[in-house]
């Protein structure tokens, strides 16, 4: 019987494509490629009118309008619409036949690509799941052209399993797990959207917008996936026992993890640490860059990044060097001589050290008589900054030059290490006289 079915559709197949390379298609050819010009030109131009400034890179837009969702989904509109008013235009619906499966299969794989890509912008699996996922939609297009996806699904509805009470088929399973893939995209879709429109509101802290998209995003998550559960056609009341086991899970091994996520939520919630604070945190310092779900990234000076655990943020000393202010106190030594006039000099490098662009000037650097030291007299500038997430060794160095030149200036020089050696009860040795010869007589004559 699948066989009669097959040679049906194969050769429905073959009819359908001598109709649709002949003359009388070309009515069908024209209204088809109006329809994607009117598709094209309606995304160009809401792109221009509505989404200017952030459209690129956008879910229906993408970059470069064609490789977004809403050409394709327009594109699917118009040619439904079109083979509505075909048998009043006096054409047959042979290309629309072909074109309408190719049209579904591009807007569900731009969809799907576009929306996972937002959720996860760098990920490396999911741009194979796409590929995957794209894959099996083609699949389906061909499945669906040929005639054969009907005789398929009516195969599969004779493979069933029964556990308990409940009674799936193979059917159910594939119609659910497309319907789990639909509501977990619109889910991610949402989710992504509206953390858009957060991260975009500056009127609002940035940990307080962080801890929002969060929340909502894993919210619309756990509402698709019950509603996938429920396609699918499992009971919803099994998730009792799911939730019993879960929870012995996390009791036992996944407490760590469970852990980092709670002390995430902590972390966003009391805004002990925000997004560019400075902090220093098991002996790596750095700028805080992101605040994930499950850890925090935090990026030295030179370039380094660490992924801190979201408990070790909690449990720890942790150093702030950016939450009630972001100045920062910095410091740097020299030694002058001991027969200069100090006070003029400590003044003289205030004022120099002040003139430094990233030093500020309230508070504004003070310079103290920290020590009188073995070689010359020991001096310590103070000095502030307020970005701290630049850096310190540049500003540190600004500094030093400014110092030098001062000292230069003013004629003040940096004492080398001095000692002085006493020697008592030794002979003196007194050096030769340049006119002694060898063994201390007469030079000998010229």
């Not at 009341?237 to 939730?243: E, R």
Request: hydrophobic share 50%; net charge neutral; charged share 15%.
């Amino acid at each position: 019987m699948n066989g009669v079915h097959q040679a049906i559709s194969l050769q429905e197949l073959r009819h359908l494509l001598v109709r649709i390379f002949s003359g009388d298609a070309l009515g069908e050819w024209a209204l088809l490629l109006g329809c994607l010009g009117l598709a094209l030109l309606l995304s160009w131009g809401l792109r221009r009118l509505l989404f200017s400034q952030h459209a690129r890179g956008s879910v229906m837009f993408g970059r470069r309008i064609v490789d977004g969702a809403l050409f394709p989904l327009l594109a699917m509109g118009f040619a439904f619409t079109a083979r509505r008013l075909l048998p009043e235009l006096g054409l047959s619906p042979a290309l629309f036949k072909l074109a309408l499966p190719v049209l579904v299969s591009l807007a569900v794989i731009r969809l799907i690509a576009r929306v996972l890509a937002a959720a996860w912008p760098q990920s490396a699996l999911i741009k194979a799941v796409e590929r995957l996922g794209s894959w099996l939609v083609w699949v389906l297009a061909v499945l669906w052209v040929t005639g054969l996806l009907p005789v398929i699904l009516d195969e599969l509805d004779d493979i069933e399993w029964k556990f308990g009470s409940v009674h799936l088929t193979a059917r159910n399973l594939l119609e659910g797990g497309l319907t789990a893939v639909i509501v977990l995209v619109t889910a991610l879709w949402i989710s992504s959207a509206v953390e858009a429109q957060l991260m975009r509101r500056e009127s609002m802290d940035l940990s307080t917008r962080k801890i929002a998209a969060n929340v909502i995003r894993a919210l619309l998550l756990f509402v698709g996936l019950l509603f996938a559960l429920s396609a699918a056609g499992i009971d919803l009341t099994a998730l009792g026992v799911l939730g019993g086991a879960l929870g012995v899970g996390i009791g036992f091994g996944l407490q760590k993890l469970a852990a980092n996520y709670v002390s995430g939520f902590v972390i966003l919630a009391e805004r002990s640490l925000r997004i560019g604070d400075m902090v220093k945190v098991d002996g790596f310092e750095g700028r805080v860059t992101d605040i994930k779900t499950r850890y925090t990234v935090i990026r030295s000076a030179a370039g380094r990044e660490a992924i801190v655990p979201n408990e070790m943020l909690i449990t720890q000393r942790v150093e702030n060097s950016s939450l009630a202010d972001t100045r920062v106190l910095l410091s740097t030594v020299v030694q002058v001589d001991y027969d200069c006039d100090v006070e003029r000099v400590m003044a003289e490098l205030g004022q120099a050290v002040l003139q430094v662009p990233r030093v500020l000037a309230d508070p504004g650097p003070a310079v103290q008589l920290s020590q009188f030291a073995a070689d010359g007299l020991e001096l310590t500038l103070y000095f502030w900054i307020n970005d701290p997430e630049n850096g310190s060794g540049g500003v540190r160095s600004e500094v030093n030059l400014a110092i030098l030149r001062t000292l230069n200036r003013l004629g003040v020089g940096i004492p080398y290490p001095q000692r002085v050696l006493r020697g008592e009860g030794l002979p003196m040795m007194v050096p030769p006289s340049p006119q002694a010869g060898p063994a201390g007589g007469a030079a000998p004559a010229a």
